[in-house]
């Protein structure tokens, strides 16, 4: 059995990773970040993308968000007019709508905010999801979720802490990286009601688990120029696999509107021109 590669990014300001350990992410890889509100939120900043497209600048990686608020392992948020067992088909279906050959998965923060009965469904939801998940050609890395000073569920840090545990546990047992992630923005790194990091806190989670996901030296400045390119193209994306007025387009009204889906894939090119532009914008800074 080969080792078990259980990675700690210690976000703290002093890094602590083993620059001899390979990247996890490959050149040309095609990164699907899933997970439920903090992985959606990630979008509006395009910390993780920026930081990590600025080492790399070279390796033409495509990132494609999946975040949906309030969703769980099960995508219990993702079902429409149908049951919980239909929002996880649209999970996965959302997961081919990418084409990734690597999938970031984060979740647990929704469950650990859910107590007990949502804690102890985590983890054999978590392997369902995993294992649909894992192929020949696609590969899996798991993040596990981290605490939020705003909630106030009693008990919370006790589910946190199992739902983190369980990442571990079923990254061990299936042979597959784990970024351990430990750390709780605070202060200045969060939002008002503090539930969630602010663009500060996304940018400083980002340049610690970049640091395991392609290593190298950290960027410098506010990247925004690239902030911009990048919020661009999600836009781009977050409407080709989440469209407007599904009912009319695939649905029970598609009879009125159905015509219309054909358009849909036409988001497909512009995304990749998308790309393309953030890639260039990387590569002229790189020769600055």
């Known amino acids: ?122 983890e054999p939801g978590l392997r369902q999801l995993v294992e649909a998940l894992h192929t020949d050609e696609r590969r899996v890395i798991l993040i596990t979720p981290i605490a939020m000073p705003g909630f106030r569920i009693a008990g919370y840090s006790q589910w946190m802490d199992r739902c983190r545990a369980s990442v571990n546990r079923l990254g061990e047992d299936l042979e597959i990286p784990v970024v351990n992630v430990d750390w709780m923005p605070a202060g200045e790194e969060l939002t008002e009601d503090r539930l969630l990091p602010n663009v500060k806190g996304y940018a400083a989670f980002a340049r610690h688990v970049a640091d395991l996901l392609v290593g190298g030296e950290r960027c410098s400045g506010d990247h925004q120029e690239f902030a911009d390119l990048i919020a661009e193209k999600n836009q781009l994306f977050f409407h080709r696999y989440r469209p407007q007025n599904e009912t009319y387009l695939f649905l029970f009204r598609k009879h009125e509107q159905g015509n219309n889906a054909s358009e849909i894939p036409k988001f497909d090119p512009l995304i990749d021109k998308a790309d393309e532009a953030i890639w260039d914008a990387f590569s002229r800074h790189e020769r600055r």
Not at 10 to 17: E, G, Q
Not at 78 to 85: A, G, I, L, S, Y
């Open 1 to 122: 059995m080969r080792s078990v590669l259980l990675i700690a990014v210690l976000v703290t300001f002093v890094t602590t990773c083993d620059s001899a350990e390979p990247p996890l992410l490959r050149k040309g890889d095609r990164v699907a970040i899933l997970g439920g509100t903090f992985v959606e939120r990630m979008q509006n900043s395009g910390a993780l993308e920026a930081e990590v497209q600025c080492r790399k600048p070279g390796w033409q990686l495509r990132f494609r968000n999946l975040g949906w608020s309030g969703d769980d392992v099960h995508g219990i948020a993702r079902k429409r007019f149908d049951t919980p067992e239909d929002g996880f088909k649209r999970l996965l279906a959302d997961v081919e709508t990418a084409r990734p050959t690597v999938v970031l998965v984060a979740y647990g923060f929704a469950e650990a905010s859910d107590g007990a009965e949502a804690v102890q469904r985590f």
